[in-house]
């Protein structure tokens, strides 16, 4: 049976030009400028310092607080610097610089083979903790704490995000075409650690290879692939619980509320090398996209790649870029430079041909209503955009439920008057936040 | 800002546009709407120029230029930039010329022009803000101002000389025969008058549907105007409940209570076919209730202001002063909008209770 959501939108998925590529290995980048702040929450702290030799997979930032995630050296070489550098999402931020020796030695002892079958669900999740993984669909929470909910929390089903709603981007769909043995390891081995007796795989069907293959991976386990219709945003965490188990996630609550889990497909894999081999997460796909790019690619990026390799692999552009976007176009973000480098979280790098950039004027909101159609949330998107115009950023949150929204863009893609929505909503959101933290530090 | 050694040797692009996500749109714009409503008007707007001969055009000209003219002035004057290119103007301009009588003297759509967008629209703060149909209150203001020119309607040339290549030759004529409309001589003469004056009931629905009949320029041609509507439909610009549900109000009422038998009220024998095919409700129905600006944001609230429309056309048509009745209606609704909005919007994600969980 196909699932659906109300609401939503059809981009052009523009998927055709990656999605029977092969993922490719890139070639072993000179220098590596590792972010360590690669998960929401406290940045970690560098635990190496210039002229250290490094050995692939050491770790080389550690979490202050014990709630973030380690970050660990890609490749074997010399850490030259600790310094400030271009982050996809951070702007300028700290970043471990090595040198590789070509050599991609692994650190000696780490690797491990182990079967997870053996293994007790907080063994399990100290090893997913220690290395280093998060979730890979964009939002990167650290996954140790995803997998610990709080006692009272009781999770009967596990879902995973096989959606892969964004155009684009494909390197969800690879994972699953070319490690699907791991992606179904991993999810044993999550449901083992949550308890859950039951897992579903939600891939939307445009991707029919996938869905028959993962079935017939799926037999004889607990998991059953579920079909959803191709819209954009069936992979918003809420969106997915909706469409496979018609349960809402209430306002301001998370999935474990309805008792669920989500996983995204990178992160299983992930999950599943981590706790039987010990490799952290140090390289992960990416989609190398957009009209620009001569050649698209899938490859297997280390963490710490910059942008410029990856389009020099691709064989450099042709016409002129109006925007590089890291993540899909909907939901990514837009790089100052082509000299961000890949993080944990990094789906795919998009380019947008210039003549594709639309900067058309904004208008005045036509009350046309297509925003609120397309509103999976079922908000007032025309509403939000006006009283954040007018500054009016505390009645949207206690009239108009602000705080719900997930900005996800469909307003913004179906206003014919070109308002961008989501950019007001996001105003508001931070103008309360610093209200917020005003009152807060006030009354201390 | 500094760069860093890479063995990568590509050309960096010399400069990138920052915007927050989402970073591509579905292309519609208000001016394609706009102009895409303008040419689904289009062909109505041509028959009623053979319909009814030059002094149709002229009319429908005056209201256009004059609604452009208006909307560029004022903007010019407010020092905002004159978006007259977008169509909306244009587009008021051509609904109101298919309100108004062909060969009306030529200040009366000047001035219902002014009023529809100056007073109508720009002093409401221009697009998107007005809370009236801007071509409807044109039309309320010059009806109100010159009741007699506006309740002279000219006659169809093609229903006089009952043939199309009379109507056509006679295009360039100015000469505008004028009678009453079929709601006009319903409201004074009464039914039987009514059908006899068409020689028949067939006949009578066969020369509303085609357009034979006097009125507006847009009463008439009532095919023309649901196969643009139906584009619209297609196209989703309007939601097809809106014009169903007007439509269908009317017939359904006008059908209990429209029928009356030597004077006195008999239920269930009104003419639902002639109140759908005359009197502008179809062009009200389809372009004019479902106007973006001024109708309600949500579905069941557009589908509420339909009804409502439909329901006041009616009291109007059996019970009021007018023989029409679709202009006021959707004017009235327009004021309720706000408060139709206040009360239906959609009911957030996760305020739902919770379903019984599937096993
Ligand atoms: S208001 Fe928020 S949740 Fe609703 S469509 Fe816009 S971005 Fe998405
Ligand atoms: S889509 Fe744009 S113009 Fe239409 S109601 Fe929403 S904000 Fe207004």
């Known amino acids: 049976m196909l699932r659906r959501i109300k609401g939503g939108v059809h981009p052009h998925d523009e998927k055709k030009s990656t999605d029977d590529k092969k993922i490719a290995v890139l070639p072993l980048p000179k220098k590596l400028f590792v972010p360590v702040h690669q998960h929401i929450g406290q940045p970690s702290v560098p635990v190496v310092k210039a002229g250290d030799e490094v050995k692939k997979g050491q770790l080389i930032a550690e979490s202050a607080d014990g709630r973030g995630t380690p970050v660990h050296s890609p490749t074997s070489g010399k850490v030259t610097e600790i310094g400030n550098y271009p982050h996809p999402l951070y702007g300028k931020s700290p970043c471990v610089v090595i040198e590789s020796d070509g050599l991609d030695q692994w650190q000696e002892g780490l690797l491990t083979d182990r079967s997870w079958e053996v293994l007790s669900a907080a063994e399990m999740i100290d090893i997913i903790f220690k290395n280093g993984i998060v979730g890979m669909g964009g939002a990167a929470f650290p996954t140790h704490i995803k997998l610990s909910p709080p006692k009272d929390k009781k999770i009967d089903t596990l879902i995973v995000n096989a959606a892969e709603c964004e155009p684009y981007l494909t390197s969800d769909y690879r994972t699953m075409i070319e490690y699907a043995d791991d992606v179904i ?118 963490v710490g790649t910059p942008f ?137 | 800002m500094e760069t860093k050694e890479t063995t990568a040797n590509i050309q960096k692009p010399e400069k990138l546009v920052i915007t927050s996500s989402p970073h591509v749109h579905n292309t519609e714009s208000v001016t394609k709407i706009m102009w895409i409503v303008n040419l689904t008007l289009l062909p109505a707007a041509i028959f009623s120029v053979i319909n009814f001969g030059l002094p149709a055009l002229i009319t429908m000209l005056l209201c256009i230029a004059g609604s452009a003219a208006c909307e560029a002035a004022i903007q010019y004057w407010r020092k ?73 309607w000219a006659v169809s040339r093609i229903g006089n000389s009952a043939d199309f290549a009379g109507a056509m030759g006679k295009v360039a004529d100015f000469d505008v025969v004028t009678g009453a409309t079929p709601l006009g001589i319903l409201k004074q003469q009464g039914y039987q008058a009514l059908v ?8 009578m629905y066969k020369a509303l549907f085609i357009g034979n009949t006097g009125g507006s320029l847009g ?75 001024t109708t309600p944001l949500t579905t069941q609230g557009q589908v509420l202001f339909a009804f409502g429309c439909g329901l006041i056309t009616v009291l109007i048509r059996l019970y009021g002063g007018y023989p029409e009745g679709v202009c006021y209606s959707i004017l009235l609704m327009n004021a309720l909008t706000p408060l139709i909005d206040r009360y239906i919007f959609p009911k957030k994600f996760g305020s739902l209770p919770e379903p019984v969980t599937r096993s």
């Open chain 2, 196 to 203: 006899d004056s068409f020689g028949g009931q067939s006949a």
């Open chain 1, 185 to 302: 390891k991993g999810t044993q081995i999550v449901m083992k650690i949550l308890g859950v007796q039951k897992g579903f795989i939600g891939i939307e069907n445009n991707k029919p290879k996938a869905i028959s293959l993962m079935k017939e991976k799926c037999k004889g386990k607990k998991i059953e692939v579920v079909e959803l219709e191709t819209k954009y945003p069936q992979g918003a965490e809420k969106m997915m619980i909706k469409a496979i188990l018609d349960k809402e996630v209430p306002s301001g609550k998370l999935p474990m509320d309805v008792g669920c889990a989500v996983q995204n497909v990178g992160s299983l894999k992930a999950v599943a090398d981590a706790v039987e081999k010990n490799i952290p997460l140090i390289e992960r796909v990416v989609t190398v996209t957009g009209r620009t790019v001569k050649n698209p690619v899938n490859v297997m990026a280390k």
């Open chain 2, 219 to 293: 009463e008439t041609s009532a095919i023309l105007l649901i196969l643009g509507g139906l584009v619209l439909v297609i196209k989703k610009y309007i939601k097809w409940q809106v014009p169903v549900v007007m439509i269908g109000t009317v017939a359904l009422f006008t059908w209990i209570f429209g029928g009356k038998v030597d004077g006195k009220l008999v239920y269930f024998t009104g003419d639902p076919v002639l109140h759908i095919l005359s009197g502008g409700l179809i062009i009200g129905a389809f372009f004019m209730a479902t106007d973006m600006v």
């Open chain 1, 308 to 444: 410029t390799e990856l389009f020099d692999f691709c064989g450099g552009f042709r016409g002129a870029n109006g925007k590089i976007i890291m993540g899909g176009p909907m939901m990514g973000m837009a790089q100052v430079s082509l000299d961000a480098v890949v993080v944990k979280a990094t789906s795919g790098i998009v380019s947008i041909a210039d003549n594709e950039v639309d900067l058309k004027e904004e208008l005045a909101c036509i009350r046309c209503g297509r925003c609120i159609d397309v509103c999976t949330m079922r908000l007032l998107p025309n509403v939000l955009s006006i009283l954040s115009e007018k500054g009016q950023h505390q009645t949207a949150q206690t009239d108009y439920n602000l705080m719900d929204c997930v900005e996800c863009g469909c307003c913004y893609y179906v206003c014919p008057s070109r308002r961008n929505i989501v950019h007001y909503i996001r105003q508001s959101k931070a103008k309360n936040a610093m209200l917020r933290n005003a009152i807060k530090t006030g009354s201390k």
């Open chain 2, 80 to 152: 905002v930039k004159v978006t007259v290119s977008d169509g909306s103007a244009v587009l008021t301009g051509l609904l109101l010329a298919m309100c108004l009588p062909a060969g009306i003297a030529w200040y009366v759509p000047v001035i219902a022009s002014v009023a529809a967008i100056g007073i109508a629209k720009h002093t409401m703060g221009g697009l998107g803000h007005n809370v009236f149909n801007p071509a409807h209150i044109g039309r309320a203001f010059v009806m109100a101002s010159y009741p007699v020119a506006m309740t002279t």
